[in-house]
């Protein structure tokens, strides 16, 4: 029988395509990958519009059966251990991916993608960001830029209400872990 596929599936602020992430993930538990939370501090803490904080966790602990990976201190062995095969930021605000680019840990998020990093790595990044085409553009194409970052092709969710917000195509994550997981982007990256 084929091992799993492990995966860590790091959720940052984006409360609208939480949903859709979650959906996702339902999906892929139990079909060839094995799927470990990790949550933002905003989004392990904040009660939205979208929903409850602890509502989510409740939803990801019912997908993945263990509670998430919600401290600093819990994220850092993640590297050391080799804990997962590759590493998933979906959502991904335009704030972690700043934090990313600078190398910020305040984090449990971004404590997991450096820790998984220090062992060469991929890391999978879905955009859900108002700003992708403004203000977070130069950190979106800076990750592009580096080694280990695979992208989930994205498009312009909102063209004419939203002209500068981009949104993963969160149903291409399985497609693109499993070509990060050979070394290579999945294209094409931007969708019409």
């Given amino acids: 029988m084929k091992e799993p596929i492990r995966v860590g599936f790091a959720l940052t602020g984006s409360f609208c395509t939480h949903e859709r992430v979650l ?3 339902e999906s892929m ?3 060839g990958f094995e799927l470990t939370p990790i949550l ?5 803490q904040m ?13 990801l602990y019912a997908i993945c059966g263990k509670p998430p990976v919600d401290t600093i201190e819990a994220a850092e062995p993640i590297g050391p251990k080799k804990m997962f095969d590759v590493l998933v930021v979906a959502p991904c ?3 972690t991916a700043a934090k990313l680019v600078s190398a910020i840990t305040d984090t449990p998020v ?8 220090r062992s060469g790595r991929p890391v999978v990044i879905a955009v859900s960001t108002n700003d992708a085409l403004s203000g ?3 950190n979106i194409g800076a990750l592009l830029n580096r080694r280990h970052y695979y992208f989930v092709p994205m498009k312009q969710d909102a063209p004419q209400a939203k002209p500068c917000s981009v949104v993963a195509e969160m149903e291409k994550l399985p497609e693109t872990i499993e070509a990060a997981l050979s070394g290579h982007q999945l294209q094409p990256i931007l969708c019409g």
């Fill in 136 to 138: 977070s553009a130069a």
């Fill in 40 to 44: 933002s501090f905003n989004a392990g």
């Fill in 23 to 25: 959906s996702v993930m």
């Fill in 93 to 95: 605000t335009g704030n």
């Fill in 29 to 31: 538990q139990g079909e």
């Fill in 110 to 117: 971004t404590m997991a993608v450096k820790s998984h990093l």
């Fill in 47 to 59: 009660d939205t519009r979208f929903g409850t904080a602890a509502a989510l966790r409740e939803r």
